[in-house]
Nanobody
Framework: VQLQASGGGLVQAGGSLRLSCTAS????????LAWYRQAPGKQREFVAT???????NYAGSVQGRFTISRDNARNTMFLQMNSLKPEDTAVYYC????????WGQGTLVTVSS
């Protein structure tokens, strides 16, 4: 099983980025998906989730700015991040969970002020 995250980078405050995470080795459509992030010196925290039903849920700090989505035909999940803030700077990890939990390797997002 492999989850490959991409799309991170350096962006100015107020800008946008779109993260992608492509999975292999799992029946993608049967998994709930999520994004987490870990800022320097802090614990990993929940960002957003999209279960099989497609009903999304977000952390309060990103509600209204981030959008999680999934494309089961492409085995890929996305995180559209708008109105980025310096406090969004972190390594972002994708996650697939059902009976087992799988993590991607992380992609770094840096938001400059």
């Amino acid at each position: 099983v492999q989850l490959q995250a991409s799309g991170g980078g350096l962006v100015q405050a107020g800008g946008s980025l779109r993260l992608s995470c492509t999975a292999s080795g799992i029946i993608f459509s049967t998994y709930s998906l999520a994004w987490y992030r870990q800022a320097p010196g802090k614990q990993r925290e929940f960002v957003a989730t999209i279960p099989r039903s497609g009903v999304t849920n977000y952390a309060g700090s990103v509600q209204g700015r981030f959008t999680i989505s999934r494309d089961n035909a492409r085995n890929t999940m996305f995180l559209q991040m708008n109105s980025l803030k310096p406090e969004d700077t972190a390594v972002y990890y994708c996650n697939a969970y059902a009976r087992s939990v799988y993590w991607g390797q992380g992609t770094l997002v840096t938001v400059s002020s």
